[in-house]
Every structure is written in structure tokens, then in C-alpha cells.
């Protein structure tokens, strides 16, 4: 693994220290390592691996987009402030936000955007199998909501993108939400 990649893995494990998954107790680090791997096999360069990797920092922890760009530069912090939320806004307007970004944006950021929600939307597979219907008890937004969100990512997620160069887990997460709010 490259220097900037185990940087930014470290980063991201110490700020997202004894932070937990929702609806489980599993560390939160799992997930932007997940991401970032998604994000490798699919060949993606080291700078958006490592928004990958850091992709919850300044939404979840009190590091600020400056930190990141301090650290691992101006193209890192464009993608990682790309998929940032602000949490003073409602969850619908964050939500939408994102599916605008997911519309507009160039493909590293898509990527970093599917990636993410593949993996969420995984860790909400597993959840249901284990705890069924009441998994969506730990979400702001129910079923009906989670279900808008992410089938509205997939509508949008290939605009703009040439098919050759779609990644597989394009495909992935599209199965994952046809699967998950089938009904």
C-alpha cells in the first residue's frame, strides 16, 4: 500500500476512534476502509483511495476540510468536501443534495458517492436480515424515504458517464437497491 493510502487510513481510524456503526457494534473505521477498497479494485487513483478513506471525517468527527487539505491536498479536499453533508441542514435537504451532486458531478466524485452508498446500503442488507423490518428504526428517515434516496442515486449515478467507463459496482450497488426496496 502506498505511503498517502496508509496516511490517510490512519487519519481516518484515529478520528473515527470509538465511533460505532449504526444499528451494530461494529467500529466505524470498517466502512471508509470498505469504501476505499471498492474504490481501488475499481482502479481509482491514490487521491480519491484516499477521499475514500476519509470521505466521513469532516462530517463526523471535529477535523475541518482545512485538515485534509493540510495533509493530503487541494484535490483530496475537493472530493472529500464534495460528499460532505452539512448537518444544520434537514435530512431531506442533505439527501437531496447529494442526488444533485450524484446528477452534476465528474466521475471521481460519483464514484466516491456510489461507493459510499453501496456499502451503507450493505451494512442496511445485513442489518435486515438480522433485525428485519426494525433496522429502519435507527435511520432519521424511515422505508419509504431511504428507499426515494437511494433509488434516486441510482436514476442519476451514470448521467454523464460513457458506459466503458462505468465501474462494476455500478452494477453492484444498482442489484443491492433492486434487492433491498423490491417491495
Known amino acids: 500500500m502506498a505511503a498517502i493510502l496508509k496516511k490517510a487510513q490512519s487519519f481516518a481510524d484515529h478520528a473515527h476512534r470509538g465511533q460505532k456503526r449504526k444499528s451494530s457494534n461494529e467500529d466505524y473505521i470498517v466502512h471508509p476502509i470498505r469504501v476505499a477498497r471498492t474504490l481501488?479494485?475499481?482502479?481509482a487513483s491514490k487521491e480519491l483511495i484516499c477521499a475514500g478513506y476519509l470521505h466521513d471525517v469532516v462530517e463526523d468527527t471535529s477535523y475541518e476540510i482545512d485538515d485534509i487539505e493540510r495533509e493530503f491536498g487541494a484535490k483530496v479536499r475537493r472530493l472529500v468536501a464534495s460528499h460532505t453533508e452539512d448537518k444544520t441542514?434537514?435530512?431531506?435537504?442533505?439527501?437531496?443534495?447529494t442526488i444533485e451532486t450524484v446528477k452534476q458531478s465528474d466521475k471521481e466524485v460519483k464514484?466516491?458517492?456510489?461507493?459510499?452508498?453501496?456499502?451503507?446500503?450493505?451494512?442496511?442488507?445485513?442489518?435486515?436480515?438480522?433485525?428485519?423490518?426494525?433496522?429502519?428504526?435507527?435511520f432519521k428517515a424511515g422505508y419509504d424515504m431511504q428507499k426515494w434516496y437511494y433509488q434516486?442515486?441510482?436514476?442519476?449515478?451514470?448521467?454523464?458517464m460513457p458506459?466503458?467507463?462505468?465501474?462494476?459496482?455500478f452494477m453492484?450497488?444498482?442489484?443491492?437497491?433492486?434487492?433491498?426496496?423490491s417491495s
Open 111 to 138: 464514484f466516491l458517492i456510489v461507493a459510499d452508498k453501496l456499502d451503507n446500503l450493505s451494512s442496511i442488507e445485513n442489518d435486515r436480515q438480522r433485525l428485519g423490518e426494525e433496522v429502519w428504526r435507527f
Open 152 to 160: 434516486s442515486v441510482d436514476k442519476y449515478m451514470l448521467d454523464g
Open 163 to 169: 458506459p466503458q467507463e462505468t465501474p462494476e459496482f
Open 89 to 97: 441542514k434537514s435530512w431531506l435537504e442533505r439527501k437531496s443534495l
Open 172 to 181: 453492484s450497488y444498482r442489484e443491492l437497491v433492486q434487492r433491498v426496496f
Open 40 to 43: 481501488e479494485e475499481a482502479g
